[in-house]
């Protein structure tokens, strides 16, 4: 059974953080309903239009659970089946009729993601999609004569308002996926800014090798913006290891790029970006993971990210050292490609945009206060 005290600790961390504020403006920046809950669904954080919705503040809702939005018109059925799923590490897609603190009645399409080890406690994220205006005019509808509702179907199956569907759809699923990386990154103030960093690094060498054109732009910034949130099912006791980690440890960081590639699975369909997340820590000669690729069997806009992945890392402040100076951080690449672990094209690229200066605004700026995908 969890505390109270448990539960308030966890929320002044998640608002502490040095990096909270990032947490606060992704939240309350988006038009949708966002609520934190512990692996029990007992609710710990919310955003201010989680309140429009719903009519309940964040103080009255700590310390809840989602039941206090139950309306009894949802089948008890489908709240078995979320629960299911959510256990199994899936992402939970469904419509609820809930009901608002004035009672009202509240059609609410809901997208529920399983994301564990990022705060003590935290371990759901539940995004929130008011529908009522648009159920309310499917009941208007009934009345209609025959004829009317025919015209009506017709007007809501038109191209337009299929590809508006589905843009919501997909800006929804980005907005959550955006939020992951924030989470990931609040944990460790070492890595603030290396997944902004490393895509702009790769944007940089893969326009020069001309490896992006326009249609996978989307998806190459997508997979490099996301290609570490794996990590959010790393430990702490792991993930923050002021030293080196012993083999079972290091095993363990090793599960990362599968860890998010099965999270994002549920929230992009997105070969390339999948591809990215999965395949950025395979090597050339075979040695990476997790799959052991190896020679062809790695796309090219791959072999980009894991070279400025690994010179982002370089360069920056961890727990277990201190960054390197970006000369020797070429080096140390260049000599890797060498021996055939990095693609040695992609390897030269880095040098010779460093040296030419392409690469020195990118290192010195701060990231953005708010990612966008």
Same mark, same amino acid.
């Given at each position: 059974?969890?505390?109270?005290?448990?539960?308030?600790?966890?929320?002044?961390?998640?608002?502490?953080?040095?990096?909270?504020?990032?947490?606060?403006?992704?939240?309350?920046?988006?038009?949708?309903?966002?609520?934190?809950?512990?692996?029990?669904?007992?609710?710990?954080?919310?955003?201010?239009?989680?309140?429009?919705?719903?009519?309940?503040?964040?103080?009255?809702?700590?310390?809840?659970?989602?039941?206090?939005?139950?309306?009894?018109?949802?089948?008890?059925?489908?709240?078995?089946?979320?629960?299911?799923?959510?256990?199994?590490?899936?992402?939970?897609?469904?419509?609820?009729?809930?009901?608002?603190?004035?009672?009202?009645?509240?059609?609410?399409?809901?997208?529920?993601?399983?994301?564990?080890?990022?705060?003590?406690?935290?371990?759901?994220?539940?995004?929130?999609?008011?529908?009522?205006?648009?159920?309310?005019?499917?009941?208007?509808?009934?009345?209609?004569?025959?004829?009317?509702?025919?015209?009506?179907?017709?007007?809501?199956?038109?191209?337009?308002?299929?590809?508006?569907?589905?843009?919501?759809?997909?800006?929804?699923?980005?907005?959550?996926?955006?939020?992951?990386?924030?989470?990931?990154?609040?944990?460790?103030?070492?890595?603030?800014?290396?997944?902004?960093?490393?895509?702009?690094?790769?944007?940089?060498?893969?326009?020069?090798?001309?490896?992006?054109?326009?249609?996978?732009?989307?998806?190459?910034?997508?997979?490099?913006?996301?290609?570490?949130?794996?990590?959010?099912?790393?430990?702490?006791?792991?993930?923050?290891?002021?030293?080196?980690?012993?083999?079972?440890?290091?095993?363990?960081?090793?599960?990362?790029?599968?860890?998010?590639?099965?999270?994002?699975?549920?929230?992009?369909?997105?070969?390339?970006?999948?591809?990215?997340?999965?395949?950025?820590?395979?090597?050339?000669?075979?040695?990476?993971?997790? #799959?052991? @690729?190896? !020679?062809?069997?790695?796309?090219?806009?791959? *072999?980009? &990210? $894991?070279?400025?992945?690994?010179?982002? %890392? =370089?360069?920056?402040?961890?727990?277990?050292?201190?960054?390197?100076?970006?000369?020797?951080?070429?080096?140390?690449?260049?000599? #890797?490609? @060498?021996? !055939?672990?990095?693609?040695?094209?992609?390897? *030269?690229? &880095? $040098?010779?945009?460093?040296?030419?200066? %392409? =690469?020195?605004?990118?290192?010195?700026?701060?990231?953005?206060?708010?990612?966008?995908?």
């Amino acid at each position: 059974m969890k505390t109270d005290h448990g539960l308030m600790s966890a929320s002044a961390k998640l608002k502490s953080h040095p990096s909270g504020s990032l947490i606060d403006k992704i939240m309350d920046s988006t038009d949708l309903g966002v609520v934190l809950a512990t692996d029990q669904g007992v609710i710990i954080g919310a955003n201010s239009r989680l309140e429009t919705y719903t009519g309940w503040s964040l103080e009255e809702l700590k310390g809840k659970t989602p039941s206090v939005f139950k309306s009894g018109q949802t089948p008890e059925e489908d709240y078995r089946r979320l629960w299911s799923r959510l256990l199994n590490g899936e992402v939970w897609d469904g419509t609820f009729v809930n009901k608002a603190k004035d009672g009202r009645l509240k059609y609410v399409k809901e997208s529920i993601f399983p994301v564990r080890d990022y705060l003590p406690h935290v371990a759901f994220v539940a995004i929130h999609r008011d529908k009522t205006e648009t159920e309310e005019l499917k009941r208007q509808l009934d009345g209609m004569t025959e004829g009317a509702r025919l015209q009506y179907d017709v007007l809501m199956s038109t191209t337009e308002k299929y590809r508006a569907a589905l843009d919501q759809r997909a800006t929804d699923r980005r907005a959550a996926a955006t939020a992951m990386v924030v989470a990931l990154e609040a944990r460790d103030r070492n890595t603030v800014g290396h997944a902004w960093r490393t895509w702009r690094y790769a944007r940089v060498l893969a326009d020069r090798l001309g490896l992006l054109p326009d249609e996978v732009r989307w998806s190459f910034k997508a997979g490099c913006l996301l290609h570490d949130v794996g990590k959010i099912g790393i430990p702490d006791a792991v993930l923050l290891k002021p030293g080196a980690l012993d083999p079972s440890e290091f095993a363990l960081m090793k599960t990362h790029p599968v860890t998010g590639f099965n999270i994002l699975q549920g929230v992009l369909d997105d070969p390339l970006s999948l591809s990215l997340v999965r395949s950025h820590h395979e090597r050339l000669d075979g040695s990476g993971y997790p #799959d052991g @690729l190896a !020679g062809s069997m790695i796309s090219p806009l791959v *072999r980009v &990210l $894991s070279v400025c992945d690994c010179f982002d %890392a =370089l360069t920056s402040d961890r727990s277990y050292r201190k960054a390197l100076a970006p000369e020797q951080a070429v080096a140390v690449i260049l000599r #890797d490609a @060498l021996v !055939g672990r990095l693609d040695r094209g992609v390897a *030269r690229m &880095l $040098s010779a945009s460093w040296r030419e200066g %392409a =690469l020195v605004d990118i290192l010195r700026s701060p990231p953005p206060d708010v990612l966008q995908l």
